[in-house]
């Protein structure tokens, strides 16, 4: 239950992200809120590649340490966020070459059309940093520590929360963003989190070590994160295929 709860609340905070995003986009209109809606199942795909390989990226380092092999847990885990990180901009190039196509199987209506561009490639900005965050979290949770992770999810979400409004409508000196600053405030919670694990992993390094010399990939372990990663991330992805068809 230790492990367990905090994942779950962590998994409950993480879909806050769009709900919190779509009732402050739907003050604007109701063709931004549809926008929104349409690029949903787009960035749940996204997110299932960047859970996916974390849940690989998580049975790999787990294994390695309760073996006892310590430097391939490392190896594993900077491997892992390198991938991550390559894997976001691999979305990023090919989200925004479908979004245009994708929004044109649903709507005709250019108003709607351009809020869903908008927002998609602005929010697809973050996507590597939204990925390496998810590495970092599963890297976390692999070792047991739990809470961290959602205290990461939390002050990433509390920070879209907050911004939201400041973005979207024009709080104080900011200037009115509309639908772009709903995109702008997930990115910004994204980043947050990032920062967090990055900042904690410092001042309290993990027993597995993040480190640019072990981030070379290898056969051996890009082939077990994958084989798990690619099997996770698919499960994941029958959810965006579900929202599509309907």
């Not at 409004?165 to 709080?171: A, D, E, Q, R, S």
């Amino acid at each position: 239950m230790k492990m367990a709860v905090p994942t779950m609340l962590s998994m409950f905070i993480q879909s806050m992200y769009n709900i919190v995003d779509s009732i402050f986009v739907a003050m604007i209109s109701e063709d931004a809120m549809t926008a929104v809606s349409l690029v949903y199942p787009i960035q749940n795909l996204a997110n299932a590649a960047g859970v996916g390989f974390g849940v690989g990226i998580n049975a790999m380092v787990a294994r390695r340490l309760g073996e006892g092999k310590t430097r391939m847990a490392n190896q594993t885990a900077s491997q892992g966020v390198f991938l991550s990180a390559l894997h976001g901009m691999i979305l990023t190039i090919l989200g925004m070459a479908v979004i245009p196509y994708f929004l044109r199987m649903f709507t005709s209506d250019e108003v709607t059309i351009s809020y869903g561009l908008t927002y998609f490639c602005n929010v697809f900005l973050f996507s590597t940093i939204d990925t390496m965050g998810m590495a970092y979290e599963k890297v976390y949770q692999s070792v047991g520590k739990m809470k961290i992770s959602m205290a990461a999810v939390l002050i990433g979400c509390g920070v879209n929360i907050v911004l939201d409004p400041i973005f979207i409508f024009g709080l104080g000196p900011m200037p009115e963003l509309g639908i772009r600053g709903a995109a702008w405030a997930t990115g910004i919670g994204q980043t947050a989190s990032l920062l967090f694990y990055l900042i904690l992993n410092h001042v309290k390094p993990l027993n597995v070590e993040i480190s640019l010399r072990e981030m070379r990939p290898t056969k051996e372990i890009c082939g077990g994160m994958y084989s798990v990663g690619i099997a996770a991330t698919l499960n994941m992805a029958l959810t965006s295929l579900l929202l599509t068809a309907l």
